[in-house]
């Protein structure tokens, strides 16, 4: 079961908006970071929006990376860095 992918045959629906888990060893092939962050920007329920997600996975290599352009839409009051 891989549960960072989304729900496609086979797999187990998503019961919830609100928890995730998921096996880092499913991240295998160009694609996965990207699931990954959309996952991740829909846990915040708009909070974050993501666009232009591309990523690369190179297991062999260890090499990876993400990249995308992310726009804050909060409160806009609360600064986390």
């Known amino acids: ?8 045959v086979g797999d187990v629906p998503r019961y919830s908006d609100d928890i995730w888990h998921f096996d880092a ?8 970071y990207a699931r990954l962050a959309e996952r991740f ?11 232009d997600l591309s990523d690369h996975v190179d297991v062999q290599s260890a090499k990876h990376g993400l990249s995308s352009h992310s726009e804050d839409v909060g409160s806009g009051g609360d600064d986390c860095r």
């Open 41 to 51: 920007a829909a846990l915040t329920k708009g909070e974050i929006q993501l666009s």
């Open 1 to 8: 079961m891989c549960s960072g992918r989304r729900a496609e």
């Open 25 to 32: 060893e499913c991240i295998e092939d160009d694609g996965d």
